[in-house]
């Protein structure tokens, strides 16, 4: 019995030596083999023990990066490793350390996450085009119970929502760029409104349809698909519960559902003498706003009908198109037209992006002999010559504003509607209207000034984006 007590024992202390035998004993073996996964080097389960697995993927480690390994993890190659996670997109040892995706299924919202991260890391530029600096990234997003919109013809809609907005896509960007500060600011407002179901409307909207307008432009604009994408970057970088995950999925259908612009189903055609054409509301930009946040919510879900959505939706919208590659609703704003032919290009290019992270090249897609290339291409024409947009702006519905059509506004560079041009000369750098972009001189009229700031500085704001055009959508 002595005999196999002893022999019980021997076995076992064989067993255990790998535990301690190659890593300092005071060394928390869990958190090594968590930075090792972070640093793509595969350590088994992150169990705490220092098996064969966690063994070799960190000889592999520092064999890539360090050249030798003694074959025993100390107090110094434990720093060393660790240092790596402040510096995974810095260079070292000659090599770049690339931040890993998770083997996981992440949510998707409208960025192309995995690809991004390659372009950025490779190049040693994610926290120098992410890292917002000057943010103050401890900031959480305000907790908005309920709309207050203002009682008011034009505009009006509730000015809390705005700054939150543009806080979550600083955080959104951050937070991929790797800043665990920004990832938990935004995650503890979002699951405030998750567990409270807000924003909701007030008792007034419910009565008078102009505020249910306005609710619904500003959520679907400006809060819906920020909120997915901040959610996808958190997931990718954090990770969300099973139980988080389905909070968030039952809050964002509920929001979805109750912005969701109604009157964007009909095709009831209206009035020619009063707006110079006939094309129904449901193909105004309003709609492309609601199309954004089911298409969104789709790509969140992998539901196929919601993504059917926003293709509809760019079919009726872009159907509209004039010869001169002109949308008729956005064209006859008055002294806004040119600005909410800008807003547009804008949403109708979120919505391509959210297809395009599902498999769907709206870009490409001709509707009636069409493309969105063809409505970029009457944009430039009108920055060149803003008479060209007259004949359509007279007619003046919803300008919001008592100034001629003949003297076309223009808000500024950051106002959204040359949001989309970052966007575009990414994706199509060798098209026709990328090399009309970068022929503007900025003399051209006061349209033009604020166009070529954007084109040289490569930003163009982010009212009408749903993320940050630098940190996601500039040449790496």
């Not at 103050?136 to 919109?149: D, G, Q, W």
């Not at 109750?258 to 003498?273: A, F, G, T, V």
């Not at 032919?341 to 498999?359: D, F, P, V």
């Not at 897609?365 to 969105?372: D, H, P, Q, V, Y």
Request: charge should be positive.
């Amino acid at each position: 019995m002595k005999k196999l007590f002893i022999l019980s024992a021997l076995l076992l202390l064989l067993f255990l030596k790998p535990i301690f035998a190659n890593v300092a004993k005071e060394l928390n073996v869990a958190e090594v083999q968590t930075i090792l996964t972070k640093l793509c080097f595969n350590p088994g389960p992150i169990d705490g023990v220092w098996g064969k697995k966690t063994e070799k993927a960190t000889q592999a480690f520092f064999n890539k990066y360090f050249e030798k390994y003694g074959g025993y993890l100390g107090h110094r190659e434990f720093k060393m490793l660790k240092a790596t996670e402040e510096l995974s997109s810095k260079s070292l040892g000659g090599e770049k350390l690339k931040r890993c995706i998770p083997d996981k299924n992440i949510r998707k919202g409208s960025l192309d996450l995995e690809e991004r991260l390659n372009e950025l890391t490779e190049k040693g530029l994610l926290r120098s085009r992410c890292g917002k600096s000057w943010v103050n990234l401890n900031s959480e997003p305000e907790v908005i119970k309920t709309l207050m919109p203002a009682d008011q013809d034009y505009g009006g809609s509730d000015a809390r929502v705005q700054p939150v907005s543009n806080l979550l896509i600083n955080l959104t960007a951050a937070c991929f760029g790797g800043s665990k500060i920004a990832c938990n600011s935004g995650i503890k407002s979002l699951r405030q409104y998750a567990l409270i179901g807000a924003p909701f409307e007030n008792n007034q909207a419910k009565y008078k349809k102009n505020l249910r307008t306005i609710n619904a432009y500003i959520m679907n604009t400006s809060f819906i698909s920020h909120v997915i994408n901040f959610l996808s970057v958190y997931d990718q970088n954090i990770g969300l519960t099973e139980q988080e995950l389905i909070n968030f999925d039952d809050w964002l259908k509920t929001i979805v559902e109750r912005y969701r612009k109604k009157d964007c189903r009909s095709d009831k055609p209206i009035d020619l003498r009063k707006h110079g054409h006939r094309n129904s509301w449901s193909t105004a930009n309003h709609c492309v706003s609601s199309a954004i946040s089911s298409a969104a919510l789709g790509s969140w879900l992998d539901d196929e009908k919601l993504l059917n959505e926003g293709i509809k939706q760019w079919g009726k919208t872009l159907g509209t198109m004039r010869k001169d590659g002109s949308l008729p609703h956005e064209t006859a704003r008055g002294s806004k037209a040119i600005e909410y032919s800008g807003y547009t290009i804008t949403k109708l290019m979120r919505l391509a992006e959210i297809l395009r992270q599902n498999g769907t090249n709206l870009y490409s897609l001709e509707i009636r002999g069409k493309t969105i290339h063809d409505n970029v291409s009457f944009y430039l024409d009108v920055m060149e010559t803003p008479d060209l947009i007259h004949k359509y702006a007279k007619f003046n519905i919803n300008s919001g504003s008592n100034i001629s059509y003949q003297d076309q506004e223009e808000s500024g560079r950051w106002s959204g509607h040359h949001a989309w041009i970052p966007l575009y000369m990414l994706r199509f750098p060798d098209h026709p209207n990328t090399k009309r972009l970068k022929n503007f001189s900025g003399k051209e009229n006061k349209h033009s000034q604020n166009l070529f700031t954007v084109i040289k500085s490569g930003y163009g704001g982010t009212y009408g984006l749903d993320a940050d055009s630098e940190c996601f959508y500039s040449k790496p």
